[in-house]
């Protein structure tokens, strides 16, 4: 198995600088090798441009943010709001998967206010699954691996899931260090802030990042900036104790004792 190497998959542009990009860059700051990949190109984030030119133009965003930072940039595979939980996609997401070989993979949350981020939630984690898989069908064609692999779930965008409920983590990461690079990287999507300034009354993007990382901080009860993860359970993907975020990033990464305690009451 390739060792030290992560692949931060979500749905569009500018998700994994909000939700995942500290962790991803701590990881680096070890030693890892860091993969980028969004599932859809951002066709849609626009109140301006035509579908090419907007996908040229979020397109050359993302390549940014990854040259900044000595990710490796991975091409999306469909429009916006095409990202549905059907084989073809599962497959051209499996052949990657079985490309990059991760240790890590860093997934959407499960509960998300965007259905597409829970899509692309869903077919990360069937792909993940199925990298062993010789009938499955890939496209295109890269040979199964056995190789151990452990998901981690973000938080979801504004920390609460569909149905204004509070999504709590499992493990905090510290990303104070890096907080500046995750900003770079997101002030990479010009678009995007252009978009959501008129859609969603995001009228201060960057600073909308920062906050969720203070909160997200704060609730660690013990770093001022922080992402959130839920540890997803072994069955398919590799041995029972297998952590290696929190292995690899030490005192950098706090596991939530009463998190874990309420899993095994059932709460």
């Not at 979500?10 to 700051?29: C, V």
């Not at 890892?32 to 859809?40: D, E, P, S």
């Not at 959407?108 to 077919?123: I, K, L, T, V």
């Not at 969720?212 to 029972?240: K, N, Q």
Request: charged share 25%; hydrophobic share 40%; with cysteine.
């Amino acid at each position: 198995m390739a060792d030290k190497v992560v692949l931060a998959i979500a749905a569009h542009p500018d998700d994994i600088e909000f939700m995942m990009a500290g962790t991803m860059l701590r990881l680096r700051d070890l030693g890892w090798a860091i993969h980028y990949m969004t599932l859809a190109n951002g066709s849609c984030g626009t109140a301006v441009d035509d579908v090419p030119t907007i996908t040229l133009k979020r397109t050359a965003e993302c390549r940014a943010a990854c040259d900044l930072v000595g990710a490796v940039w991975h091409p999306p595979l469909v429009n916006d709001l095409e990202v549905h939980h059907v084989n073809d996609q599962i497959g051209r997401l499996c052949a990657v998967i079985r490309q990059v070989r991760p240790r890590i993979i860093l997934a959407q949350s499960p509960q998300d206010y965007m259905e597409e981020h829970m899509n692309a939630c869903r077919s990360t984690v069937t792909a993940a699954f199925c990298r062993g898989m010789r009938n499955f069908p890939v496209s295109p064609f890269v040979p199964p691996i056995n190789d151990d692999v452990t998901l981690y779930h973000a938080l979801p965008h504004g920390l609460r899931g569909p149905l204004r409920q509070r999504i709590l983590p499992g493990q905090y990461v510290d990303i104070g260090p890096v907080l500046g690079e995750k900003r770079d990287m997101l002030a990479c999507h010009r678009s995007q802030k252009e978009w959501l300034d008129t859609s969603q009354g995001m009228d201060a993007y960057l600073t909308t990042m920062e906050d969720f990382s203070r909160e997200v901080g704060t609730l660690s009860g013990c770093y001022a900036l922080a992402e959130g993860w839920r540890r997803r359970s072994h069955l398919g993907f590799s041995a029972e104790d297998n952590d290696p975020l929190a292995a690899a990033l030490g005192p950098a990464c706090r596991i939530d004792a009463e998190y874990e305690r309420r899993l095994e009451a059932g709460a």
